[in-house]
């Protein structure tokens, strides 16, 4: 069964950057569709951006180009996420979720369980 | 970006009855619609994908239906566990995109 697990909440200062991990199991990492999706408090899903390990290919929403990084350690089976320029409002909860196997790459059966970032001075 | 609006915000329901949520679509996303349940504190789960193939694991009283812009989930004879807040995602179109979710309570 595929599992993803992240890691623990952060707390940051404005200006600084984050990293959070995604470790997957129960399958092989080179068939996963690895996406980062936040949620800012009482607020909706907003899809961040993504990576398909296989092919080494990233590609990240408008909103966040220039300010996120996504990349995969195929040795560790994980996936992280940086986001640098952290500002009040990236206050979020931040969840990898992904597609193993065929089908789309934004089509999310798993999902990690989520990391807390605060950002505030 | 494709835009997806669900409706209502709000559902209040009675334990045993049943709930229709609503989701649209700014363009057509044919059927590679999801819909996800999420509770306080906790991850999306995946109910349905293609519009209206449930998950592994999805009680059969969930249904999807729909296609093109205008999709629906079905939630027949509800149980205590399945109030919560029910989100859309289109997977057909590049970026990725979620509807701001329905919240179903208890009436």
């Known amino acids: 069964q595929v599992q993803l697990v992240q890691s623990g909440a952060e707390v940051k200062k404005p200006g600084s950057s984050v990293k959070v991990s995604c470790k997957a199991s129960?399958?092989?990492?080179?068939?996963?569709?690895i996406s980062w999706v936040r949620q800012a408090p009482g607020q909706g899903l907003e899809w961040m951006g993504g990576?398909?390990?296989?092919?080494?290919?990233?590609n990240y929403a408008q909103k966040f180009q220039g300010r996120v990084s996504i990349v995969a350690d195929e040795p560790t089976s994980t996936a992280f996420l940086e986001l640098s320029s952290l500002r009040s409002d990236d206050t979020a909860v931040y969840f990898c979720?992904?597609?193993?196997?065929?089908?789309?790459?934004?089509?999310?059966?798993?999902w990690g369980q989520g990391t807390l970032v605060s950002v505030s001075s | 970006e494709i835009v997806m609006t669900q409706s209502p915000a709000t559902l209040s329901v009675s334990p045993g009855e049943g709930a229709t949520l609503s989701c649209r679509a700014s363009?057509?996303?044919?059927?590679?619609l999801g819909w996800y349940q999420q509770k306080p504190g906790q991850a999306p789960r995946l109910l349905i994908s293609?519009?209206?193939t449930r998950a592994t694991g999805i009680p059969a009283r969930f249904s999807g239906s729909g296609s093109g812009t205008e999709f629906t989930l079905t939630i027949s004879s509800l149980q205590s566990e399945d109030f919560a807040v029910y989100y859309c995602?289109?997977?057909?179109?590049?970026?990725?995109?979620f509807g701001q979710g329905t919240k179903l309570e208890i009436k």
């Open positions: 979720a992904a597609r193993y196997g065929s089908g789309s790459y934004y089509m999310f059966a798993s």
């Open positions: 129960g399958g092989t990492f080179s068939n996963f569709a």
């Open positions: 990576i398909v390990p296989l092919i080494d290919s990233r």
């Open positions: 363009q057509s996303v044919s059927r590679n």
């Open positions: 293609g519009a209206s």
């Open positions: 995602q289109q997977y057909n179109n590049w970026p990725p995109t």
